[in-house]
């Protein structure tokens, strides 16, 4: 029950209508007998320094953040956690003891995603599709986490040169490469690699006939295909992943583990959410096959 004693939680982002954040939220709140309550917020850029100063009025515990503020949020931000200073991205405030903190729950929410394919991917060759806000993430976390060599590919080749020097200064981790996106390159490089992350949002819905690579291309047995997509479940890039016999891996838990992160942020608690983890699994799957259908 909501009184006066409960604490606000929300999330920030323009467009927010279609972000599962709240339901999750407060489907986890609830489970767990949390006295917290859960909403979205349109704001936009113009707004964004007001909303902030509003939240600590209105004594908010915490407010995730999400696209197009991640970067632009830093600057009303008191301290700042050293990874999301290291990414320059912030998708999680605190609201304590008169400061605001940012975090970011990205990076450890795609760790956590990986599950047992975690441990193996140590010293292995990684193939990152897409060079924008959530490559980012990723390749930090893989980075972080001892992959060997990973390989950016990426439409505009630039933005993969770019990201390539950015990520290479901040954790001076040297075995990228940033590769021309050609049927020939993508064909070879795949054979050798353990995983394959789609980060762009090619295949997303209403798109769900699209896939990031050329449909020609073979996909070889022995590589993790995950792309960060989690609507629908399973875009055209996955089925043909599965079909090839490969291991496949959707978008849905690092959703589920970022938020969960964001969660034991502001209760300052460890939370077990090891018995609730397939029944919210089963409720978001649930939302989102209703929701492609609209
Ligand atoms: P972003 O910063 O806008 O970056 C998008 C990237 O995709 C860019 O590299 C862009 O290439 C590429 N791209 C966009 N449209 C393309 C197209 N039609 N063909 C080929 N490449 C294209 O976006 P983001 O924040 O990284 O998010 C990307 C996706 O990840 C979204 O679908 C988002 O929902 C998903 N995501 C999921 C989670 C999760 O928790 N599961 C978390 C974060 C993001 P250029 O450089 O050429 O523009």
Same mark, same amino acid.
């Not at 960060?228 to 399973?234: A, D, F, H, K």
């Given at each position: 029950m909501i009184d006066s004693s409960t604490k606000m939680l929300g999330v920030i982002g323009d467009p927010i209508g279609h972000s599962l954040s709240p339901i999750m939220h407060n489907f986890v709140i609830e489970k767990l007998g949390l006295n917290y309550c859960y909403h979205a917020f349109h704001v936009t850029p113009e707004d964004l320094e007001d909303s902030v100063f509003s939240f600590n009025l209105l004594k908010f515990k915490g407010i995730n953040v999400t696209l197009p503020h991640k970067q632009t949020i830093m600057s009303y931000v008191d301290e700042i956690s050293e990874e999301a200073k290291q990414l320059g991205a912030v998708n999680t405030l605190l609201f304590k003891d008169d400061k605001l903190f940012g975090y970011n729950t990205d990076v450890i929410g795609f760790l956590k995603s990986l599950g047992e394919f975690r441990q193996s991917l140590r010293g292995k060759t990684a193939i990152v599709i897409g060079a924008g806000g959530s490559a980012r993430a990723v390749i930090y976390a893989l980075i972080k986490d001892g992959i060997g060599e990973i390989k950016i590919f990426n439409r505009t080749q630039h933005n993969a040169d770019k990201l390539k020097i950015e990520m290479n200064n901040i954790t001076s981790f040297n075995k990228i490469n940033s590769i021309s996106f050609s049927t020939d390159f993508f064909t070879d490089e795949i054979q050798n690699a353990s995983i394959l992350i789609n980060t762009t949002p090619v295949g997303m819905y209403p798109e769900v006939n699209a896939s990031p690579i050329n449909y020609e291309i073979e996909i070889p047995k022995q590589i993790l295909v995950y792309n &960060?997509?989690?609507?629908? &479940?399973?875009t055209k890039l996955l089925i043909n992943a599965k079909q090839a016999g490969a291991p496949i891996k959707n978008g849905l838990d690092m959703l589920i583990f970022q938020g969960l992160e964001s969660l034991q942020i502001w209760t300052g608690e460890n939370i077990n959410t090891k018995d609730i983890l397939p029944e919210l699994r089963n409720f978001l799957i649930k939302k989102i096959e209703k929701n492609g259908q609209n």
């Open positions: &960060l997509i989690y609507n629908p &479940l399973e």
